[in-house]
């Protein structure tokens, strides 16, 4: 792995985002530091340091397309940062760029977190790591809590996620993303739906929280009501009336406060017993 304090040249030029988004991407400068996990552009993260060995693995989402970006969690990070967590803030090859969708996304979310332990020279404690994706990136954290690796997280946080992804490619939400994702739709593609839909890993063996606001234009909350219920009584539900799908990664937001809430219960930022 390689440390800098800039990011590296992308694939191609960043889309710039609508207002509504791009509030979410201030940084207080220096807080973070880029760091690399492989060779391809997208294939790095930033470490924003803090806390006594706690840690959170944020995901961003956006339908796992190229336009949107890692920088969309600034602003979770920085809290999260300031509540006592060390965050690792995750990029990986999208669809739409060399390498991305299946199994390249995947392959990034798996290696980005392997990489963990090493950072910031073993600062974080691999036992009390916190998986949290918005969106797309909530898919991601759920599978990557299925995984056998260096990180066995101590909890898994689905802010709006696409937790159901059978249920997702039927309904075509987003112009058919899921299948762009994963090469297909269910019927065509069953072992890839087998080995990348969170529904068909359970159980995981750890402790979730999934958060969806009933306003949620974009991604609908019966997935992760489905997904809630399948999980049975590895998960806990937190539907958050009013609440709209960028709501839930906006620090002013009382959505955010009541999952943050959830998170210090599940991983305390200290070694203070909850």
Excluded at 61 to 68: F, S
Aim: charged share 20%; with cysteine; net charge negative.
């Amino acid at each position: 792995m390689t440390t800098t304090d800039k990011a590296p040249p992308q694939t191609s030029p960043p889309q710039a985002y609508p207002p509504e988004l791009a509030r979410l991407t201030d940084s207080p400068p220096g807080s973070f530091k880029i760091v690399r996990y492989g060779p391809a552009p997208e294939q790095y993260g930033e470490y924003w340091p803090g806390g006594d060995g706690a840690a959170a693995v944020l995901l961003h989402g956006g339908y796992w397309r190229a336009r949107y970006r890692l920088d969309l969690m600034h602003l979770l990070a920085a809290d999260l940062q300031a509540r006592g967590y060390a965050v690792w803030n995750v990029e990986y090859r999208r669809t739409g760029l060399p390498g991305g969708g299946w199994p390249g996304t995947f392959e990034d979310v798996a290696t980005a977190l392997d990489a963990l332990p090493d950072l910031d020279g073993g600062a974080v404690d691999p036992a009390r790591v916190a998986l949290i994706g918005h969106s797309a990136g909530g898919q991601l954290a759920l599978w990557a809590a299925a995984l056998s690796g260096a990180v066995r997280p101590a909890a898994v946080v689905s802010l709006a996620g696409v937790c159901d992804l059978g249920l997702a490619a039927r309904l075509g939400l987003s112009d058919g993303a899921v299948a762009e994702l994963l090469g297909g739709g269910p019927t065509e593609r069953p072992e890839v739906y087998r080995r990348a839909d969170p529904m068909t890993l359970l159980p995981l063996g750890v402790p979730q929280l999934i958060v969806h606001g009933s306003a949620d234009p974009h991604v609908p909350p019966e997935l992760s009501r489905r997904y809630a219920e399948a999980a049975g009584a590895e998960a806990l539900l937190l539907e958050l009336p009013g609440a709209d799908h960028f709501d839930v990664i906006d620090p002013a937001t009382p959505a955010w406060a009541r999952t943050a809430r959830e998170l210090a219960r599940l991983l305390p930022p200290d070694t203070t017993p909850a």
